[in-house]
């Protein structure tokens, strides 16, 4: 027989639809703390018990619910926060769909205490699997508290899923930490079985909220970025190259303050960080990009955990050449950066308000420093090279001579510097070759005796297919025979190093092009490999002119940090660090 089709009660679609807002309790936590972000609340406190299996209740300050809607909030697409599909292309609320009350109330016991702004009396309801059970009269204080029992008591199957306590009350931390990096004005409290374990109070700023959640230790070792452009604009922090190590954490981004898995916009930091990343090595960050709401998507996933730009690319480049900026040591950085002009803060429209406008603390609130008209700092002066800034270019370089012929000692300015030899000209030999090559041609050198060069048959398939990108690079490069090529001409810098094996490190290069789908990326491979086959090697012994002449190169890069492969280049000692080691404070 044919089976009859039949439209399923609502509770049973509310289950469902649960299924997909509703997975552990932080899920819950992220609805009900973002429901207090929406009303506009200063204080939000998690309480939550037995990993939030027993209980999780959710208070806030905020603009409450009127009592004649408060059931209604419980109604499956019962939303105050949009009215109309044009609204969806302007949503700068957390909330717009009007599902997760429902969703939770499917899945759990609900008791709603809420009581209006401006009431002195409120509304408590109560619900069960879904079903109004009482609704009453009640004195509170102003604002909202949901309180949430025997999540998933209900749905058996869904309660097995649930992991050990410790790892879904990680997941609880998570979610508020996230809420909390992305309001940094609202205090946020979290407690587990009365236990405080977190207790954030309202700062004025990003990095004073990282500092709160993830410590000191990972501000120190941040940069700070301020940027904006237009209707673009990016906040927060992220590692300096040579405090990058294996681990991912913490890896957090914000789109108009939600959290979001974006791998373009995690594609195009790495970009920025390009050659200073060392390889194998990730970037720390938490970064908040606040995008004309009208060209992105925040209706694409049932969590919202995932956006999509109208202008991918544009964004993409825009957050490349900002982290590039700001990763870069200081000098090189202001050389080739342009600071956007400060353009005049964006304010938040609520785009349906029920109750007059509001204005939501922290929310999509331009930085302080453009708030109070100052241009933002330029980009890449930041604590990378800062002590050089103003005088890097006159700053006295002392050569002192030669560690096993490759490091480097030196006096720069007041500082004792430790420099590789080989990675502080593999450097600036880099940026000599990427101004080049960026301003059209490489210099190249022809060969007063061109050599022939031989290479194994796969090695000479890749070369024949990349003559052309041999030519740009500087080289002159005719096939010979089986195998062998002649070089007529080489970049200037590369003087003479081994071509047969620099032509080697190019061919492995050219192999990791098709993972890599930036050309700026895969040029960068190659000007760096012709970088290092060109630049002094260790175990060579210097002259003192010869070390002059690297310190200061050096120097006028901007004393960058890193090699292009990410290798550390010097290790200093400031005078104060110095006079602390040898106990001499206070006196000479
Ligand atoms: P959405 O947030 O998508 O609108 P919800 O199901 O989360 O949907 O909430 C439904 C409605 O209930 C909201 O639109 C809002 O008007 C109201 N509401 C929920 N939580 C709160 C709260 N903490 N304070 C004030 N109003 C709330
Ligand atoms: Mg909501």
Redesign the pocket.
């Known amino acids: 027989m044919t089976p009859r089709i039949a439209v399923l009660p609502g509770d049973v679609i509310n289950k469902i639809a649960a299924g997909e807002v509703v997975e552990r309790p932080a899920s819950v936590v992220k609805?009900?703390v973002?429901?207090a972000i929406?009303a506009g609340a200063t204080r939000v406190s998690v309480d939550v018990e037995l990993a939030g299996r027993r209980s999780i209740r959710v208070t806030d300050d905020g603009q409450g619910i009127a009592s004649e809607e408060a059931a209604l909030a419980f109604q499956r697409h019962a939303?105050s926060?949009i009215r109309t599909e044009a609204d969806l292309s302007t949503i700068q609320?957390?909330?717009?769909?009007?599902?997760?009350?429902p969703s939770i109330a499917a899945v759990s016991k609900v008791r709603l205490v809420t009581v209006a702004a401006g009431s002195s009396m409120g509304t408590e309801v109560r619900l069960e699997g879904g079903a109004l059970l009482a609704q009453r009269e009640t004195a509170a204080a102003p604002g909202t508290t949901v309180e949430v029992t025997d999540l998933f008591y209900n749905t058996p199957a869904r309660k097995k899923f649930l992991k050990s306590p410790a790892t879904e009350f990680g997941h609880v931390c998570q979610a508020v930490q996230r809420q909390a990096l992305a309001f940094p004005k609202i205090h946020f409290r979290l407690t587990h079985n009365g236990h405080v374990v977190a207790d954030y109070p309202a700062v004025p700023t990003l990095r004073d909220r990282v500092q709160q959640v993830y410590g000191a230790q990972l501000v120190d070792t941040c940069v700070d970025l301020q940027e904006e452009a237009g209707r673009l604009r990016l906040e927060g922090l992220c590692a300096r190259p040579l405090e990058t190590a294996h681990t991912k954490t913490p890896q957090d981004l914000f789109v108009n303050c939600r959290w979001v898995k974006n791998a373009a916009i995690v594609h195009a930091l790495y970009e920025g960080y390009g050659t200073y990343l060392a390889r194998g090595h990730q970037p720390r960050f938490v970064l908040s990009l606040w995008v004309d709401p009208r060209h992105v998507d925040v209706n694409v996933h049932p969590t919202k955990r995932e956006v999509r730009f109208s202008d991918q690319e544009q964004v993409h480049e825009w957050v490349r050449s900002r982290i590039q900026a700001s990763v870069k040591p200081a000098s090189v950085a202001s050389r080739t950066t342009v600071v956007s002009a400060c353009s005049p803060p964006q304010r938040r429209d609520q785009p349906v308000a029920t109750d007059g406008s509001r204005d939501v603390p922290g929310y999509a609130n331009p930085a302080p420093d453009v708030l109070a008209g100052r241009q933002p700092r330029p980009a890449g002066v930041a604590e990378l090279g800062q002590a050089y800034l103003p005088t890097v270019e006159q700053e006295e370089v002392r050569p002192l001579g030669q560690v096993a012929n490759r490091y480097l000692v030196a006096q720069v300015g007041d500082e004792l510097q430790i420099v590789d030899q080989h990675t502080a000209h593999e450097r600036v030999l880099f940026e000599r070759l990427q101004r080049q090559f960026e301003a059209g041609q490489i210099t190249s050198q022809r060969a007063l005796l061109p050599q022939v060069v031989e290479l194994s048959a796969a090695e000479a398939v890749s070369v024949r297919a990349h003559l052309e990108d041999l030519g740009r690079l500087g080289f002159e490069v005719e096939e010979f025979g089986q195998g062998s090529f002649v070089v007529r001409a080489m970049p200037a810098l590369f003087g003479q190093g081994d071509q047969r094996a620099l032509l080697r490190a190019l061919v492995e290069d050219w192999d990791a092009w098709p993972s890599t789908p930036s050309m700026q990326e895969r040029y960068n491979t190659v000007l760096a490999s012709v970088a290092c086959h060109s630049a002094v090697r260790a175990g060579r012994a210097l002259e003192v002119p010869e070390m002059r002449r690297l310190l200061e190169d050096w120097r006028e890069a901007g004393l960058p940090s890193t090699c292009p492969h990410g290798r550390r280049i010097a290790m200093r000692l400031t005078i104060e660090e110095l006079d602390r080691i040898f106990g001499r404070l206070g006196w000479t």
């Open positions: 609805e009900l973002e429901n929406d939303t926060k609320s957390m909330g717009f769909r009007g599902e997760a009350l």
